[in-house]
């Protein structure tokens, strides 16, 4: 697809890719050249992904292999069906402030109306 001298010895590209200088311009990468070149690459595919291992996943403190059943936990962590709860591993997420925001958000404080007018 690229562009080569009529002549005997036509003169190589000065980079080395293996194609043949224009004698026009002396530039081997005409935009034929670049298009040939872009949609020659190979594309990866996503095979060579679903090849790769996973590690089992074990729970954080007995190290037992949980499989698809672990809990995760919001400290980030996996734990099995024994240590799942909270306060079976010391979970060190505060629990309390998130719910203290979340009561704040919803029950706004209501506050009567003050009356300046009295009779």
Do not use: W
């Amino acid at each position: 697809m690229t562009s080569c001298d009529k002549t005997e010895n036509p003169t190589l590209c000065p980079r080395n890719c293996g194609s043949y200088a224009n004698s026009r311009n002396h530039d081997p990468y005409d935009e034929i050249y670049l298009f040939h070149k872009m949609f020659s690459l190979t594309i990866k595919t996503g095979k060579d992904d679903l090849m790769m291992k996973t590690k089992p996943q074990r729970c954080m403190i007995c190290r037992k292999k949980v499989g698809l059943l672990g809990f995760n936990c919001k400290c980030d962590e996996i734990f099995c069906e024994t240590h799942r709860h909270p306060e079976e591993h010391a979970c060190t997420f505060n629990f309390k402030s998130i719910g203290r925001a979340v009561l704040a958000k919803k029950n706004p404080l209501c506050k009567p109306d003050k009356l300046k007018n009295r009779i």
